[in-house]
């Protein structure tokens, strides 16, 4: 059973954990899960708490949220009847989400999520079982028969959350920024959100430092788009990304210089620019190029 989400796509997984599975992949999923609506704001490594992971989870997965009226069908003792989470926790039980408490009777929803919960809670979220696969990557600390073995034995396998010396830490807490990237990864994997997306926002942000760069900015956009090279199954293709990131953050460095009236090293940085897009065969190399045309146009006076 593959579930909704299909994981048609789940080579893209083993390629993407293959560049880094950290900041650069927390970078770009909070900038498509704040896009969307899902996070009000970007994901932090503090600490996520149980109620927070469903929420986020269902909305990631864009499952519609059933307001329920009558405090008496709420299945936990510890979830108020008008609490902001209480629909999120009714919908999930009446779709068989919640299937990973030690106690039933409580929800316990200011509590942090172990990487054990959150993997049962998030491949229950997005229906995809974990029977049926042969797993290789299989962690040395999650013991045979453990309510959560088949679901974080998926996620370690795929490399969704990466093993530390060949343990998976079941145990560990989870923080915000790990459940936006774990849960970016598993929507690219599953075709949720297209690829294209991704480019879209890796994109961007270079246009931005192509024009009004930022330190900041300049490290976003690198990271942005070493994330989706390392997305991209085409090697003639993630070479030219690589040529264009080249180019881009050549030209940003020219556009700082010139702002600050070093007009001959601008006009180098520019020559670089245009040169180190020039070995790319992409729509975004000719806008490269042409801005460091004019950028070495304007620093040389003419």
């Not at 909305?59 to 902001?84: C, H, L, M, N, T």
Request: hydrophobic share 45%.
């Amino acid at each position: 059973m593959m579930g909704k989400w299909g994981f048609i796509g789940i080579g893209c997984i083993l390629a993407f954990c293959g560049a880094t599975a950290s900041a650069q992949s927390c970078s770009i999923a909070n900038e498509y899960f704040v896009s969307e609506g899902v996070l009000s704001e970007a994901a932090t490594e503090a600490e996520g708490n149980r109620a927070e992971a469903l929420a986020f989870l269902m909305k990631a997965a864009q499952i519609e949220v059933v307001s329920i009226g009558d405090s008496r069908s709420y299945p936990f003792a510890d979830v108020p009847f008008g609490s902001w989470y209480a629909p999120y926790v009714e919908t999930a039980t009446q779709m068989g989400i919640i299937s990973w408490q030690s106690d039933i009777s409580l929800f316990r929803p200011q509590d942090g999520l172990t990487r054990a919960e959150f993997s049962v809670l998030a491949l229950n979220v997005f229906d995809v079982s974990p029977e049926g696969f042969t797993l290789v990557e299989r962690g040395v600390d999650i013991s045979a028969g453990m309510w959560y073995e088949n679901h974080l034995h998926f996620l370690t396998h795929f490399g969704v959350i990466l093993l530390d010396n060949g343990k998976a830490y079941p145990e560990k807490s989870v923080t915000k920024c790990e459940m936006a990237d774990w849960t970016w990864q598993l929507l690219s994997a599953g075709g949720g959100v297209e690829v294209e997306k991704a480019r879209k926002i890796a994109f961007g942000a270079l246009r931005e430092i192509m024009q009004n760069p930022t330190p900041e900015q300049i490290k976003t956009a690198h990271d942005l788009t070493i994330t989706v090279i390392a997305q991209t199954k085409d090697e003639a293709e993630a070479r030219d990304l690589a040529y264009v990131l080249d180019g881009a953050k050549y030209l940003a460095t020219a556009q700082l210089a010139y702002q600050n009236g070093l007009n001959r090293q601008a006009e180098e940085m520019a020559r670089q620019a245009w040169h180190a897009a020039d070995g790319a065969n992409h729509e975004m190399s000719r806008e490269v190029k042409k801005i460091a045309h004019e950028l070495a146009q304007k620093a040389r006076g003419e």
